[in-house]
């Protein structure tokens, strides 16, 4: 009994393991580094590519409760990204080296993995099959899917903030806060007056961007990763009331809240690098250089990494996939991953582990998993497999596709309250759920 799994990034390693776990052979493929995708850095195995962080630990936010979700579930790499946790305040980030270096230990020690390191070019028909090829799929296999399928892929565009050192930013005007001081201040913030941030505006409006091959012309960008010169481009202060707002930010030293902020997150265990959030592009690298040392603090910063923009590749799961992730179409074959319209690192890491599990519970002859709308996975799979939908875009976990409380609305307006309701509900339901 085998099954090959296309993709070794957050979903497919997660998948891989599952499978291990549960006794079953895998040959786990990866295209990198013969092929590269234009957005990864490294080989290796489950690679960040964007962000360092999986977003909040705490179960009363809706990523906060997928993850514990996930560590009832038994999720490897949940546990891996504890294990390389560098300070965030109530986030889970990472350092993305500690972190590959440990699924890749998983992997290796699992004793029922082979790890291929070579394209697939199209889906196998020969063997039960986990695609997990992400949202850089290469255009082959994006091919051959589209075939399969029948159905057209739909694209949006994914953007890259880059990442500054930290020893060259300079802490007379930066200083250390996390937003009304909840959890430890382990943010970098770099104030801006209004005349600081109207130069800053300024640049970043006028600034020359990376021209777009024909295809990609009307993009779609995925709204909680739109670019920031998008974002920009809807008003002067479109910035001051998201990635730059400075409310609940206060420098101790002056006791100031300023008239914007721009917040970079560690991004590596050894704190030598820190990324900006909220800070995706795709201006021209010179123009990103202007732009950044226009930021009070981060004047003469060194730049590591700068940002870039690139294609992401979902399928039309509505009409694909059913909530178990099993296509209709073919029994024997379950899709994972952003790949499914499902985005963010937190929701590619929890569909591999569902796809792994059920995957492992058909070749078992075994119930698949369904999980409840009350949970959050649950949730998040009904909602990409619902068929009324009739223009699918991706989604990551939210309270708004979970099912809804059944009180009173005194307590439906008390968001802290309902969310602590919705978050105690899901986990009791898993608990009854694996005691049975």
Not at 31 to 57: D, I, Y
Not at 103 to 125: A, C, F, Y
Not at 425 to 431: D, G, I, Q, T
């Given at each position: 009994m085998k099954v090959s799994v296309i993709g070794a990034g957050l979903a497919g390693c997660e998948a891989a393991l599952q499978l291990a776990k549960r006794g079953?052979?895998?040959?786990?493929?990866?295209?990198?580094?013969?092929?590269?995708?234009?957005?990864?850095?490294?080989?290796?195995?489950?690679?960040?590519?964007?962000?360092?962080?999986?977003?909040?630990?705490?179960?009363?936010?809706?990523?906060?409760?997928?993850?514990?979700?996930?560590?009832a579930l038994g999720s490897f790499l949940i546990k891996a990204a504890k294990e390389s946790q560098v300070p965030a305040g109530n986030a889970l980030a990472i350092d993305r080296v500690v972190?590959?270096?440990?699924?890749?230990?998983?992997?290796?020690?699992?004793?029922?993995?082979?790890?291929?390191?070579?394209?697939?070019?199209?889906?196998?028909?020969?063997?039960?099959?986990?695609?997990?090829?992400?949202?850089?799929?290469?255009?082959?296999?994006?091919?051959?899917?589209?075939?399969?399928?029948?159905?057209?892929?739909?694209?949006?565009?994914?953007?890259?903030?880059?990442?500054?050192?930290?020893?060259s930013i300079n802490f007379d005007k930066a200083f250390y806060a996390s937003r009304y001081d909840k959890g430890e201040a382990s943010y970098i913030n770099c104030p801006m007056n209004k005349e600081e941030y109207e130069k800053f505006y300024n640049i970043l409006i006028n600034a020359p961007k990376i021209e777009l091959k024909e295809f990609e012309k009307n993009a779609k960008f995925f709204e909680s990763c739109l670019p920031i010169e998008v974002l920009a481009s809807r008003g002067t202060d479109t910035l001051r009331f998201g990635p730059m707002k400075p409310v609940g930010l206060i420098d101790k030293r002056?006791?100031?809240?300023?008239?914007?902020?721009?917040?970079?997150?560690?991004?590596?265990?050894?704190?030598?690098?820190?990324?900006?959030?909220?800070?995706?592009?795709?201006?021209?690298?010179?123009?990103?250089?202007?732009?950044?040392?226009?930021?009070?603090?981060?004047?003469?910063?060194?730049?590591?990494?700068?940002?870039?923009?690139?294609?992401?590749?979902?399928?039309?799961?509505?009409?694909?996939?059913y909530p178990t992730l099993q296509c209709k179409k073919r029994k024997d074959l379950f899709f994972a991953g952003q790949l499914t319209g499902t985005e963010g690192y937190t929701e590619s890491i929890a569909t591999g582990m569902l796809a792994g599990i059920n995957m492992a519970n058909f070749l078992q002859d075994n119930d698949l998993l369904e999980l409840s709308k009350v949970t959050m996975l649950g949730a998040l799979t009904h909602y990409i497999s619902d068929n009324e939908q009739k223009h699918f875009q991706p989604i990551n976990s939210n309270w708004g596709i979970v099912e809804e409380l059944n009180v009173d609305k005194k307590i439906k307006k008390n968001k802290k309250l309902k969310?602590?309701?919705?978050?105690?509900?899901?986990?009791?339901?898993?608990?009854?759920?694996l005691t049975v």
């Open positions: 079953i052979e895998v040959d786990l493929y990866e295209m990198r580094p013969k092929k590269t995708t234009g957005a990864h850095s490294t080989q290796n195995l489950a690679e960040f590519v964007c962000s360092n962080s999986l977003g909040s630990l705490d179960p009363t936010n809706a990523s906060g409760l997928l993850k514990a979700e996930m560590s972190f590959s270096k440990k699924v890749e230990e998983l992997i290796n020690q699992s004793g029922k993995i082979n790890l291929i390191r070579e394209e697939v070019t199209k889906i196998p028909t020969d063997i039960p099959v986990i695609l997990a090829s992400g949202p850089l799929t290469s255009d082959s296999l994006a091919e051959d899917i589209k075939t399969f399928t029948g159905a057209e892929h739909l694209h949006f565009f994914d953007a890259i903030a880059p990442i500054v050192e930290k020893d002056t006791g100031v809240e300023n008239y914007a902020v721009v917040q970079l997150r560690q991004d590596d265990k050894s704190a030598t690098m820190y990324n900006l959030v909220g800070f995706q592009t795709n201006l021209k690298w010179g123009s990103q250089k202007e732009l950044l040392h226009s930021i009070p603090g981060l004047e003469n910063a060194n730049i590591l990494r700068y940002g870039v923009m690139h294609r992401n590749t979902f399928i039309n799961s509505p009409e694909i996939l969310n602590e309701m919705l978050s105690n509900r899901s986990l009791e339901y898993l608990k009854n759920l």
